[in-house]
């Protein structure tokens, strides 16, 4: 199996105004030094505080992305920020088919994989979000429900460099429950065998995140099985100190 280079991302939702902006700075000096050489390490903040938390982060190894962008380059979508706005901000990463998103706004594989080929094409790396719900755990079907959104929600263009796959099943997100060590185990061989058997030595090569109440206390265990190439964490990205002690699991 190739060497991959672990990927530990935050992500702030729809919390952090410019106050926040301490906790940014704090998680970039974190980062200085020589662990930083050996992971990257990426923050989303909301996307009014893009610019700025690049501006802040400009001499610093800490990458800054955003949380999702729309799937067309320009025009008439009011609220709608594009892969370009996101790149003219300097971000360098995007996630889209949060699960939150996926439901809030009924986002679909299809759109998902639109979304992920607009960043793309204006060079982001897309972080795509897949995860079965407690129910369809409950109904023997998770691994069902990861086949249909990798098939539908990654575009043929995947690369290692320009896809990230998070598998965050949806009952783990913000509850503090967690999957088994060996259910994690097996869905992610389960996404590494898929993105092998459709992207060849790209998919062999392309970072599978787990996320879903990843804490300090929990990381160093999850962070050490088998195909988990780093994590994204929601709310204990907010907090510079907590972010930085999963950091350090590495
Ligand atoms: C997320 O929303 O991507 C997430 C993993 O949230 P949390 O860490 O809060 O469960």
């Known amino acids: 199996t190739p060497e991959i280079r672990p990927l530990v991302a935050g992500n702030w939702k729809m919390n952090g105004t410019r106050s926040a902006l301490p906790q940014i700075k704090a998680i970039a000096e974190g980062i200085e030094g020589p662990l930083g050489a050996k ?5 989303c903040p909301p996307s009014t505080l893009l610019y700025v938390a690049t501006a802040l982060c400009d001499e610093s190894p800490l990458l800054i992305g955003a ?10 979508h009011t609220g709608d920020v594009s892969a370009e706005m ?29 979304k992920a080929e607009a960043a793309h ?8 979000c897949i995860g079965e719900t407690g129910d ?3 109904a023997g079907q998770a691994l069902d429900v990861l086949k249909r959104q990798l098939d539908g929600s990654l575009p043929d263009g995947l690369t290692a460099q320009n896809t990230v796959i998070a598998y965050e099943p949806v009952w783990a997100i913000g509850t503090g429950v967690t999957p088994t060590p060996d ?10 065998a898929e993105l092998t058997s459709r992207f ?3 998919g062999a090569r392309t970072r599978i995140l787990y996320g879903g109440s990843v804490n300090p206390r929990n990381a160093a265990t999850l962070m050490a099985i088998d195909n988990v190439d780093g ?6 990205s907010l907090k510079a100190e907590d972010f930085l002690a999963i950091y350090r699991v590495y």
């Open 39 to 43: 992971l990257d390490v990426l923050l």
């Open 67 to 76: 949380q999702d962008c729309h799937q067309q380059v320009s025009g008439a």
């Open 86 to 114: 996101i790149a003219d901000c300097f971000g360098t990463h995007v996630i889209v088919g949060h699960s939150e998103r996926r439901k809030d706004h009924a986002e679909t594989d299809h759109l998902v994989r639109a």
């Open 121 to 128: 094409a204006a060079e982001l790396t897309a972080i795509v």
């Open 136 to 138: 369809e755990r409950s």
């Open 183 to 192: 259910d994690v185990k097996a869905a992610h061989a389960f996404i590494r």
């Open 200 to 202: 060849a030595e790209e």
């Open 231 to 236: 994590c994204l964490v929601g709310g204990a």
